[in-house]
């Protein structure tokens, strides 16, 4: 009888541990592969999707089918479809595929790489299906070319790069203003001083102390946003897009495997606590921090890890990133950054990060070579 793992989400972590585990040629093994999204997204390059004319989608989406068929049609399935709800100890999964067929799956170990989204339909993740992320990003686009004014919620480096991508597009033509919560930018984070230094070049007003309370239409023009922050302003504007807090993808897991924000509790080894066959990677734990490097170094931590296990011996601790790198692109010439507490210079950055936005990265996870 064959082991089953079930893979939920196909994203940096579910698709990275499908790829390491079907590499292996386990003997016995069937790994099936559950995800909204029958296409993986590299999010990191939404930011500049919505410039129009930069990016196509055929850049940032690639078919995970694609991706999968190289291995023994027996050693996988992909289902394009969404987890509904766990039971750990009855050990299943329910599911709702893409055609709407609700169905049952039965497991030996399980692997929750589900997630997260921003709120407030913005297309930052894949928060549905690959088609209505499309259709998100062509709409986001078009708004961007239509607005004169545009309202950036959320100084985090979600918030930065917006704000970058916008300034360095049409800076010199279009209004965009950046709100902060705070009084700096990114929490205060050490990058803080030099990110704001680089949006400034691009003509972005930043806005600080400036917490968005409420939303709504603006009564003298329902297509215009009338954006009401903390302090009483009402600032209102032509797009609003906002790229504040990261909500964890785990609705479908028993809320006593949650912590009070929704993440999944882990071990050391990335099992999930009080299961002993139940692992969690990536944003769904957001551990020390969301992030694709910190996601796939536990990506490959589960996999070791299940590889152990399936052979009958314990799991051991999943080794973290050796260093901490943050690094936010402004723009498509410059950006911030810093290496632990070692500052990047500007250019070095865009280097390393804004000339791609990573998608000559996207290769090794569509053929499997970064697992
Ligand atoms: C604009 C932006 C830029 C970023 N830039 C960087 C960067 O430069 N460096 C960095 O380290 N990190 C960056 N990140 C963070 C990075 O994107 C995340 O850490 C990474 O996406 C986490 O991967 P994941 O596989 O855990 O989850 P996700 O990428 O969130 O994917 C989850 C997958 O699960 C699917 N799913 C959701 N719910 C269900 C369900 N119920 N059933 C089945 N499938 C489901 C989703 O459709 C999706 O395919 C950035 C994030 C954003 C938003």
Redesign the pocket.
Known sequence: MPATVVI?????????VAHALLKKNIKDLKVVL????SH??W??A??RRIIPGVLKDEDIFKPIAQALKKYPESSYEFIV????EADFDAKSVR?TTASGESKSLSYDQLVI??????AGGVP??????YEEVVDLLKATEEKVKAASHIVVAGAG??GI??AGELGYEFGKTKEIVLLSAGEKLINGDQIAGPAANELKKLNVKIQYNARVAETRPSAADPAKTEVVLANGETVTTDLYLP?MG?IP?T??VPAKYLNENKLVEVEDTLRVKGTSNVWA????ISKPR??????QKQ?AGVSKNLELVLAGKEPIVAKPLPMD?????VGRSRGAGRMNTFKLPSFGVYLA?GRTM?LNMMPGYIDGSVA
């Open positions: 939920l989400g196909g994203s940096f972590a579910g698709l990275h559950v995800s909204k999204n993986f997204y999010n990191l939404s930011v479809g969404t987890a509904e599911i790489a589900t997630g997260s989204h921003t930052w993740k894949a928060e549905g299906s480096s979600t790069e917006v790229t990261l993808n609705g479908y990677a990536g944003d769904v969301a992030g694709f490097m910190i996601t990506a790198i943050l690094a936010c692109s990060k990573g």
